[in-house]
């Protein structure tokens, strides 16, 4: 069974940041496409951005420019960098793994609220 674990959520006033971390008990690690989707109240799950095994990246519109999606295949982590954040970011953030064999895998969640 993979283990997925997010940190690094949390309250921020606008125009803030942070950085959310989601480490993976996964050996092939490396060959999976990674990415981050949020939920707002009351809204479909989202795509915010995602990174394929080759290092291909993709942004949801809402978030080009302002966040960073990389990947430390050493640790079995990717990350989210968020910058400039805003109000409408408040969302729980997903983590979401999927294997070379087209399985997927999700976290649990994360609350980032973007509030003064």
């Known amino acids: 069974q993979v283990q997925i674990v997010e940190s690094g959520g949390g309250l921020v006033q606008p125009g803030g940041s942070l950085r959310l971390s989601c480490a993976a008990s996964?050996?092939?690690?490396?060959?999976?496409?990674l990415a981050w989707y949020r939920q707002a109240p009351g809204e479909q799950r989202e795509l915010v951005a995602s990174?394929?095994?080759?290092?291909?990246?993709a942004y949801g519109d809402s978030v080009k420019g302002r966040f960073t999606i990389s990947r430390d295949n050493a640790k079995n982590t990717v990350y989210l960098q968020m910058n400039s954040l805003k109000p409408e970011d408040t969302a729980v953030y997903y983590c979401?793994?999927?294997?070379?064999?087209?399985?997927?895998?999700w976290g649990k969640g994360i609350l980032v609220t973007v509030s003064s």
């Open positions: 996964r050996a092939i690690f490396h060959m999976h496409d």
């Open positions: 990174i394929t095994k080759n290092d291909d990246i």
């Open positions: 979401h793994l999927r294997s070379p064999w087209d399985m997927d895998y």
